[in-house]
């Protein structure tokens, strides 16, 4: 909860959004959604859309809010209702998908089903894209962005076999660190780090970066894409407890809540049977979705 002009409000993610959207509706200020499209030749898909859906045009956006009121009232001040661009299939390319160097970060808290994420960017690497394994490769980052710093040292080649493998159990194998122990960073911090992450980047020939994070993580992975502008850095957002802006539901938090259900269920028959009283505590960050 919070206040506005001596106002007590819900803060929740939805409510946080129109708040956003309505101060920039008061400002007459465009809200900035914009992709930097890298300048590389493009070359046809080899995989066709009955593989892999249908290809999205490279102009298709998703309007943030639903909220025809608030989309009404910011085309009436001449400002363009902010939307994504659509995410998908393209037709056309910007790498060699067989000759293409991927890397794979999971960064910040745990979630349930971050091994299925990571297989299914592999698999889809190696096998829909038929990824040469001699000059492309999808490598696992230990140790979230600090074995980035340093991805010579802090690297595992993956393939659908040994992914696959993982996909029944929780946690990351690549591992999670909280980089500035577990404080949110600087932009000091942030832009050294950032640094240090585009230099390993650059020295190790990566074309495409995926970081599955939470909201801090995927700050920083704005910063990389910033300073990288000729390779794809790819945000993956990754939260129990759902509290990152403008994504409705992300993967893990079906299970959190499914898992938190089973344990209230379970500590409730123990605290009847036993005359005790029980105290769960539940993850949540500054949100309360999972309670």
Known sequence: MDTVEGRIIDISRTTSERLILRSYLEDGREFDTSVTILERPL??????????GVYRSPTARK???ADVELINALQSKGVTPPAFLEAGPREKLRYDPQKVRAAIVTTGGLAPGLHCVIHSIVKRHMHTYGID??????FGVYNSFKGLCQLADNHIDLDPGKTEEWLDQGGSKLGSVRYYGGEEPGAAQIQKMTKEIS?????NNIDILYVIGGDNSL???HEIAVANPTRSIIGIPKTMDNDI?????SFGFDTAVEQATRVINTMRSEAEATRRICLIELFGAE?????
């Open 287 to 291: 949100s309360g979705f999972v309670v």
């Open 63 to 65: 309007a943030v809010t």
């Open 199 to 203: 230099a390993s980047l650059r020295h």
């Open 245 to 249: 802006l403008w994504v409705w539901q």
């Open 219 to 221: 700050r920083v992975a």
């Open 43 to 52: 070359r046809q898909n080899p995989v066709t859309e009955d593989i892999v």
């Open 133 to 138: 394994y001699v000059q492309g490769k999808v």
